[in-house]
């Protein structure tokens, strides 16, 4: 009876610990900067409806496949290899879709002998603002131009111990303007990296921490196109930092909350809960809900079988406090 009491005990302060952690980040919120015309905006926004729909969070939840983009260091957790997908439906023509591929691995350590817990993903999100108009400098229109933005991640991740993982995640970012002229494109390519670490103290308590967007940059040079006239411009991505926790509760409710800064001095809150209920067989039911700094959003997911593979539908809407419409993401992962 005692050790019960104790457990439901050490249970409730580390709730309030999770609450308290998202209390004493609104304090530094409240002098915020802005990370608004910066480059990498599409890496902003989020990635999966699962995560969307409990308020962008995801540093510190162990065993996803989109800790490709939110923590590396999430992949060992892992327990199936699984194919993710997204859509976003978002206004103004804009579009922003995912397709990845993460995986457990347990190679066996070269000198002890024993298994090692490590993980792989890869991953590539593209995103575009439909067509964009153009105008020469007196104003007049000159024709229809598109743009693509893409980023191709590859992310590795290893556990040091039974309770530590960290994890790296080289990226290549590639934005471009195919079609400027008719006869010349513009592009700009550079390496980035974002790198993680996930720490599980005790056995329902996550704590992560991430850092994106290291040497991230647009570095344009015009000169192939126009000459002596041409420039090179160079178009630093913010770097963001997070730092979370996620707390499991023995009846299937899941609690997050993240604070985010970053070298602009933007800082947002990021908090958000999950309820799954989990009947016999192979289905499951998932409710969500949570806030996006300043945006509220909600969700549900749904486990079910696919040609006997797990396979998972999730749904998020998203309040935006921006105008003019509302988002809404879907996201269907295949697990094996």
Not at 169 to 185: A, G, H, I, M, R
């Amino acid at each position: 009876m005692q050790i019960a009491a104790l457990k439901i005990l050490r249970n409730r302060l580390l709730a309030c610990l999770l609450m308290g952690i998202c209390s004493a980040a609104w304090i530094p919120a409240a002098n915020a900067g802005s990370n608004a015309g910066t480059a990498g905006a599409f890496l902003r926004m989020g990635l999966g409806a699962r995560a969307l729909a409990m308020g962008d969070v995801g540093v510190a939840i162990p065993g996803n496949g989109y800790g490709i983009f939110y923590n590396p260091a999430s992949l060992p957790y892992l327990e199936k290899k699984t194919v993710l997908t997204t859509y976003n439906y978002l206004s103004l023509d804009r579009h922003l879709n995912f397709i990845g591929f993460a995986t457990p691995l347990h190679p066996p350590a070269a000198e002890s002998g024993k298994t090692l817990s490590a993980g792989l993903g890869i991953g590539w999100i593209n995103a575009g603002p439909g067509e964009l108009e153009g105008r020469d400098t007196d104003g007049n229109p000159i024709g229809t131009f598109e743009n693509s933005e893409n980023a191709f991640y590859f992310s590795f991740a290893l556990r040091l111990a039974d309770r530590i993982a960290v994890g790296f995640s080289p990226k290549v970012l590639y934005n471009s303007f195919p079609d400027l002229t008719e006869e010349e494109s513009l592009s700009a390519t550079r390496l980035g990296f974002d790198a993680g670490i996930l720490v599980n103290p005790w056995r329902e308590l996550y704590l992560g921490a991430q850092a994106r967007h290291i040497n991230a940059q647009y570095r344009w040079d015009t000169s192939t196109i126009w000459g002596d006239d041409g420039t090179t411009i160079t178009d630093e991505f913010p770097r963001i930092y997070r730092c979370g926790a996620a707390y499991y509760f023995d009846f299937g409710l899941l609690l997050a909350g993240e604070f985010e800064t970053s070298d602009q001095e933007d800082n947002q809150i990021h908090a958000g809960a999950e309820y799954s209920f989990k009947p016999t067989g192979p289905y499951s039911f998932d409710l969500r809900a949570g806030y996006d700094d300043k945006d509220l959003a909600f969700g549900f997911g749904f486990g079910f079988l696919v040609w006997k593979l797990q396979g998972q539908l999730d749904y998020a809407y998203q309040i935006q406090d921006v105008p003019p419409y509302d988002s809404q993401v879907i996201s269907f992962s295949v697990s094996f």
